[in-house]
């Protein structure tokens, strides 16, 4: 283990008070009580009760009855010795009854909420309702607040809930819990502005990746479609793809909204950089691609993304790959001490975490792994904060976004989450004849231990995964990113896009770039399967076992543990280094797409 990884390890450990989980108030007979409150809300002015009529949303989860049916339905895919289910096949073997999930729903309606949707499964209830019967159902006050983030509505008490509902988590009792999107834009020369005997600087185009990660022109995608989470507006992003497939002469294939539920309002615009990246980079590294698909909440609040999320896992005619690259502090126990103040920035910075509130993890967690049951993978930035998470991202001083390292030894979500492929950040430089001159791994890109989540069967026995969990000091923790690919350097090294109408040189950047990069990659290796009707399945599986082995590892992987410009030691994002193989900062490193075309695809 890196000495300053066990350093903020045993940072974390100090302030774990025993007991600490146990805190709280006693429910009363016949109901139980999740800890569902936001930490640190003593350090926000309490404005006094919410507005009755503020509109709220929330996401009740329940309990699915065969957990353990689940993780072996998913040990037989890993192994090969089950193709994914279907949707419908896997809400009739693993869904939660429905007489259980009618009363959930006649429950949250008692008090005037409207059901907006529910999933497949029915374990994800989503409904809209206005704070003050929010409030009356779950039986806690509900306070507006005023902080330097600005206002927002919280809960003051853990809710009360049935105890015959089997409900495991409440989403949106706090209206500031969100993810964040890092989008740093960069503006550089193009990487076609080289020097003699010098690497060539500034952005790359779809066809430098295309030759740098080894993508073979046989195939591109085709028959293949990716899909987009997001948020708000997508007229301005679908023009700006159409500029960037003109440009770069991709072709231009349809593009399909998919809007959650009971969600109306999609006037927000402040994404529209992040999901321009997030399109343009797919669709470039596969131009045969059958189409894009964009599943678009209201916001980024935790319960949104979770519709989200549901949304595209219940979507029978869903792409097979998507990108998520937003992220917040990954979730952790209620532990006292982790949870110290999410809502300022502490000075000095204790390990803090925010997640307790909405808990989001749980929620989703479930969600991705029936997704990955049904042979469908989500990628996610591992964030731009090198290896902290996004801690004050609640905006006090935004999510760093590559300018700042928080401090906090504690991964981003939903990248951590088991069944999402975490994906990392790097510097590439090439050098003008379709090469790479160097590549190394990012400084702020997002990499780590999760101190809570073991390692899951597929991660478990990788060479470099090494530090425990803080709550199971005998268990391996899960560990990211999974895989790398360009994230650029913010000052100049990125990808080239069209945002608002206008080329930008370079003009993407960050994690939000390298998500999905992996995920237009992933569609150009899932079109080369023949006869893929059920495709490769959640790509993990396949991309741990190419990996563990030292013969397709070279063939499917450049390996990042070249040094750094100008310091001579290896790379690092704060407390991980790059090193040979799998490692904290880059994972296996970036791909080599026609070794994994031949390994995972059987098309050499």
């Known amino acids: 283990?890196?000495?300053?990884?066990?350093?903020?390890?045993?940072?974390?450990?100090?302030?774990?008070?025993?007991?600490?989980?146990?805190?709280?108030?006693?429910?009363?007979?016949g109901l139980v009580s999740t800890r569902n409150v936001l930490p640190g809300l003593a350090k926000a002015t309490d404005l006094g009760d919410a507005p009755a009529a503020a509109p709220m949303h929330v996401m009740v989860t329940l309990?699915?009855?065969?957990?353990?049916?689940?993780e072996a339905a998913l040990a037989a895919t890993r192994d090969g010795q089950a193709a994914p289910m279907s949707v419908g096949a896997f809400a009739d073997r693993f869904g939660v009854p429905a007489a259980t999930a009618d009363a959930a729903e006649a429950w949250l309606s008692s008090t005037g909420m409207h059901v907006s949707s529910v999933s497949a499964a029915r374990d994800q209830i989503a409904a809209d309702g206005p704070a003050g019967s929010v409030s009356q159902l779950f039986a806690t006050p509900l306070h507006g607040f005023d902080s330097p983030d600005g206002r927002f509505l919280a809960n003051t008490a853990a809710p009360r809930l049935p105890g015959n509902l089997g409900i495991v988590n409440v989403v949106g009792l706090n209206t500031l819990q969100q993810m964040h999107t890092p989008h740093p834009l960069n503006r550089g020369p193009l990487q076609s502005t080289c020097l003699p005997g010098a690497a060539c600087t500034g952005g790359t185009t779809p066809a430098d990746l295309w030759s740098v990660y080894e993508q073979p022109p046989a195939h591109t995608g085709a028959g293949e479609r990716v899909a987009i989470f997001g948020s708000g507006r997508t007229d301005g992003v679908i023009s700006d793809l159409r500029g960037f497939e003109n440009r770069f002469r991709l072709g231009n294939p349809p593009v399909t909204v998919?809007?959650?539920?009971?969600?109306?309002?999609?006037?927000?615009?402040?994404?529209?950089?992040?999901?321009?990246?997030?399109?343009?980079?797919?669709?470039?590294?596969?131009?045969?691609l059958a189409g894009l698909d964009l599943y678009f909440g209201t916001d980024l609040?935790?319960?949104?993304?979770?519709?989200?999320?549901?949304?595209?896992?219940?979507?029978?005619?869903?792409?097979?790959?998507?990108?998520?690259?937003y992220g917040e502090c990954e979730s952790v126990p209620a532990v006292s001490g982790l949870l110290n103040n999410p809502v300022t920035n502490p000075t000095p910075p204790p390990p803090v975490a925010q997640g307790l509130g909405n808990d989001l993890d749980t929620t989703l967690t479930a969600i991705t792994r029936q997704a990955a049951l049904e042979g469908k993978t989500i990628f996610s930035s591992t964030g731009d904060t090198g290896s902290s998470c996004p801690v004050a991202s609640l905006p006090v001083v935004g999510a760093g976004n590559g300018v700042l390292n928080q401090g906090v030894p504690v991964t981003n979500s939903p990248a951590s989450l088991p069944y999402v492929v975490g994906v990392g950040g790097t510097v590439l430089?090439?050098?003008?004849?379709?090469?790479?001159?160097?590549?190394?791994g990012w400084t702020h890109g997002g990499g780590?231990?999760?101190?809570?989540?073991?390692?899951?069967?597929?991660q478990?026995?990788?060479?470099?995964?090494?530090?425990?969990?803080?709550?199971?000091p005998t268990t391996v923790c899960r560990g990211i990113p999974d895989v790398s690919a360009q994230s650029g350097d913010v000052l100049g090294n990125g990808y080239d896009i069209v945002t608002n109408g206008e080329f930008t040189d370079g003009g993407?950047?960050?994690?939000?770039?390298?998500?999905?990069l992996w995920a237009g990659m992933w569609a150009r290796i899932q079109s080369a399967a023949p006869g893929s009707g059920g495709g490769l399945g959640f790509a993990d599986f396949g991309l741990y076992r190419v990996g563990k082995d030292p013969a397709s590892y070279a063939r499917d992987f450049h390996d990042i543990s070249s040094t750094d410009v100008g310091t001579g030691v290896p790379s690092t994002n704060g407390v991980y280094p790059s090193l040979p193989g799998w490692d904290y900062q880059t994972g296996w490193g970036v791909p080599r797409v026609a070794g994994l075309i031949c390994d995972l695809a059987k098309a050499c």
Request: include cysteine; charged fraction near 15%.
């Open 1 to 29: 283990m890196p000495v300053a990884a066990a350093a903020a390890l045993a940072v974390v450990a100090s302030v774990l008070v025993p007991g600490a989980a146990d805190a709280g108030p006693v429910p009363a007979p």
């Open 63 to 70: 309990q699915r009855p065969d957990v353990a049916g689940e």
């Open 258 to 288: 998919k809007r959650p539920a009971g969600d109306t309002d999609f006037s927000d615009d402040s994404g529209h950089t992040e999901w321009n990246i997030d399109t343009q980079a797919s669709h470039g590294m596969a131009p045969g």
């Open 301 to 325: 609040s935790d319960a949104d993304v979770a519709k989200v999320f549901s949304q595209f896992t219940d979507d029978q005619n869903s792409p097979r790959q998507a990108s998520a690259s």
């Open 429 to 440: 430089y090439t050098d003008g004849r379709g090469g790479r001159a160097r590549e190394y």
């Open 448 to 458: 780590g231990t999760s101190l809570f989540t073991p390692a899951p069967a597929y």
């Open 460 to 472: 478990q026995g990788t060479p470099g995964l090494t530090i425990p969990c803080v709550t199971a």
């Open 508 to 516: 993407g950047g960050g994690t939000s770039l390298s998500s999905p």
